[in-house]
């Protein structure tokens, strides 16, 4: 997963699998561990769902960043 995200650098990602990958540092705030026994469930998409939002929302501020930075 992280190989890929370097390759593609996506502006929002999450990872979701039922294998806990997210004690990796580089997942934190972008891994959404599921249930093996049940599957995606409502509040694992909830989960992933505000994962992204807080990503393009920080992406947003940051891009906001830039283009003052730029304009100076």
């Known amino acids: ?3 890929w995200v ?3 650098q996506p502006r929002a990602w ?3 699998d039922d294998w806990p990958l997210g004690a990796e540092a580089a997942m934190s ?3 959404v ?3 093996p026994r049940v599957g995606l469930q ?3 998409a909830a989960r992933i769902k505000a994962l992204f939002a807080r990503q393009w929302e920080h992406r ?3 891009d906001a ?3 003052r930075a730029a304009a100076r």
């Open 1 to 3: 997963i992280l190989d």
């Open 6 to 8: 370097r390759r593609h």
């Open 14 to 16: 999450v990872a979701v």
């Open 29 to 31: 705030g972008h891994f």
């Open 33 to 35: 561990q599921s249930n």
């Open 42 to 44: 409502p509040e694992t």
């Open 60 to 62: 947003e501020v940051l």
């Open 65 to 67: 960043h830039k283009a």
